[in-house]
């Protein structure tokens, strides 16, 4: 059974860091697209970051010098770093896996973790 297991969340003040990670198990991910969306409360889910297996990345416009997405294939692990954040940045952040149409890095993925809340106070 595959899992996605995001930690890492918190409560933060703006201008402050976090490191998210998402470990998955059940099967390897080393060939595979990675990647973290987020969804804020009473708005739709959306593309954070993703890292292809070959290590091209992309962002969203609104993390662009802020966050940082990494992984470890030998940890089957990926990360996201995330700086200078602001209260926007508030949300539940959901790690996502294998990603079925290699045209379109904002998905769909196939598997998805439960996600991790992050909340930014001003």
């Known amino acids: 059974q595959v899992q996605l297991v995001e930690s890492g969340g918190g409560l933060v003040q703006a201008g402050g860091s976090l490191r998210l990670s998402c470990a998955a198990s059940?099967?390897?991910?080393?060939?595979?697209?990675m990647g973290w969306f987020r969804q804020a409360p009473g708005k739709e889910r959306e593309f954070v970051a993703a890292?292809?297996?070959?290590?091209?990345?992309y962002y969203a416009d609104s993390v662009k010098g802020r966050f940082t997405i990494s992984r470890d294939s030998a940890k089957n692990t990926v990360y996201l770093q995330m700086n200078s954040l602001k209260p926007e940045d508030t949300a539940v952040y959901y790690c996502?896996?294998?990603?079925?149409?290699?045209?379109?890095?904002?998905?769909?993925?196939?598997?998805w973790g439960q996600g991790t809340q992050v909340t930014v106070s001003s």
């Open positions: 996502a896996a294998d990603l079925t149409t290699a045209w379109n890095i904002r998905g769909p993925y196939k598997y």
């Open positions: 890292m292809r297996s070959g290590g091209s990345t």
């Open positions: 059940g099967r390897t991910f080393s060939s595979d697209t």
